[in-house]
């Protein structure tokens, strides 16, 4: 910590100790709203995270002998704590990555239930008993933590990541490696203190801080990492999954989304139009999961875009601690570069926009109508609060444009007709439906996840766990 400045300078945590990045270089950690130095964090090289990597491995076999009782009692410590330094964590989300209050409660809150809900996952590590054809055998399948695990997380939803996937990772007895993003280094680093509080064994989470571009390839494709969960880009998703590939190691991957809402002529817009709001605002629209894409049905459509109109007015962009605050800063310049160049090329070919403006790093709340193909934000993730609304004359024209993108994260349909509801629940090429709902939900215990340029594979309890162990046969022969 800078006694002047109050500015700290965070470190790897490497087999249960805090150590500078080989060469003492570090790189600076801005807070989004304004730009000024919140950190400096280590800038780890190569051999960092190969440091980190055999800590993890060397932890491996104790650690896989842990019981239970051991690891859930620590995972319940972790819980604890968190709520004991809810304040840092907290003002971290805020001041790290310009949380909105209600924003960074509602991480603190989910990450706790995610800790929870992992401790509950230690005694569910099973396998079964299989019939043989063989007399006398007595045949069953025995479930195993896969080793060491490289948990790599995404800016926007730091904590909720990290708990949900490290908690996971270590309640069926892998140890793990973390690279946290450059954006949100001290989140992870927080809650490394708090692993370490809890009683967890040295060695079983190392986190190494830097850049992703620099050192994330020596992470995923060290001969040592035996599963690899990635959340963040499209983009850096594939290069990872090629690696992956390559290496035969196993891995979910939890990318970029372009979400569809479906609203038909028998939706009530009393119900609809606080949850379309939500669904594309909250946190400034830097949700995987944010509706980007609204098709609502002729009868509704007029009403719907002059409701969702007068209602960005109001949606708040005010201190960060206000509780009426919804809309965040855009995390980077790049990030701000993207939003506005998605608007503008919207406005340049033809797009009606309400919003658009910006205070400072703030984009305020963007609808944009006459939305073509020719336009990048008609298929291209922008990440921002900013979202299109289309007409549509049928529900199955509705979900036929819902349907049309690469991506298949979550979608949304609001109707009473049970038939076309469940209908749309079936046949969109998503991962997560919600019927009546917003696109932005998320639970502990669910299969989280995408199809497409989404991701592979699913997150949550039951999913992280048969993900991040293994199956072995075993026999004996009576
Ligand atoms: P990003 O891809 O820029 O970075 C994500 C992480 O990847 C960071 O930790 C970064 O350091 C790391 N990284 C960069 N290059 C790497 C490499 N070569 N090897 C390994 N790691 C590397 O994403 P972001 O801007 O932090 O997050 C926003 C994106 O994440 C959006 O596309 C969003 O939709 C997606 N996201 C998806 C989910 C989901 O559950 N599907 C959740 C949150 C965010």
Not at 277 to 283: E, G, H, L, N, Q
Not at 416 to 421: L, Q, Y
Request: hydrophobic share 40%; proline share 5%.
């Amino acid at each position: 910590m800078d006694a002047k400045t109050d500015i700290k300078t965070l470190q790897h945590f490497i087999g249960g100790e805090w150590v500078d990045a080989e060469g003492g270089n570090t790189f600076e950690d801005l807070n989004p709203l304004d730009d000024s130095l919140y950190a400096n964090a280590a800038r780890g090289t190569g051999n960092d995270m190969r440091k980190a990597i055999g800590a993890a491995k060397a932890a491996f076999p104790a650690y896989k002998e842990t019981t239970p009782t051991e690891r859930e009692r620590w995972l319940l410590r972790v819980a604890e704590i968190m709520e004991e330094r809810q304040k840092d964590l907290v003002d971290c989300l805020i001041d790290e990555i310009g949380s909105p209050i209600g924003k960074a409660m509602f991480e603190f809150t989910k990450g706790l239930t995610m800790v929870r809900a992992a401790a509950g996952l230690c005694r569910n590590v099973r396998g079964e008993t299989i019939p043989s054809d063989r007399p006398g055998t007595v045949s069953m399948s025995i479930r195993e933590p896969l080793g060491v695990v490289a948990v790599i997380t995404p800016f926007n939803v730091p904590l909720i990541k990290t708990t949900r996937l490290v908690a996971n990772a270590l309640a069926v007895g892998n140890t793990v490696v973390h690279l946290p993003s450059e954006m949100a280094p001290h989140l992870t680093v927080l809650f490394a203190e708090i692993i370490a509080e809890a009683g967890f064994p040295a060695g079983t989470y190392n986190v190494v801080t830097g850049m992703g571009a620099e050192i994330g390839d020596d992470l995923t494709s060290d001969g040592d990492i035996d599963f690899v969960t990635f959340t963040g880009s499209s983009v850096v998703g594939q290069h990872i999954n090629e690696i992956c590939a390559k290496n035969k190691t196993p891995n979910t991957l939890e990318l970029g989304g372009k979400s569809p809402t479906v609203i038909l002529a028998d939706a009530d817009l009393d119900k609809v139009m606080p949850l379309a709001a939500r669904s594309i605002f909250m946190f400034g629209g830097q949700a995987c999961i944010a509706s980007s894409r609204f098709y609502v049905e002729r009868p509704l459509y007029d009403e719907f875009v002059k409701r969702f109109s007068m209602i960005v007015t109001k949606i708040g962009m005010g201190d960060l601690r206000d509780p009426d605050t919804v809309i965040a800063p855009a995390i980077s310049p790049r990030q701000r570069e993207r939003i506005k160049s998605h608007i503008e090329d919207a406005r340049a070919k033809g797009a009606t926009v309400v919003g658009g403006e910006w205070e400072g790093n703030r984009c305020k709340p963007t609808l944009l109508t006459d939305v073509s193909e020719e336009m990048t934000v008609c298929k291209t993730e922008t990440f921002g609060p900013v979202t299109s609304i289309y007409p549509i004359d049928s529900y199955e024209e509705g979900l036929e444009k819902a349907n049309d993108t690469e991506y298949g994260l979550s979608s949304a349909i609001f109707t009473h007709d049970i038939d076309k509801a469940f209908h749309f629940a079936r046949n969109i090429g998503a991962g997560m439906c919600h019927i009546n709902g917003p696109t932005i939900h998320d639970e502990a215990h669910v299969p989280f996840g995408g199809n497409g340029e989404s991701g592979v594979g699913r997150e949550g309890t039951d999913a992280d766990m048969e993900a991040m162990t293994e199956l072995k046969w075993v026999t004996v022969q009576l």
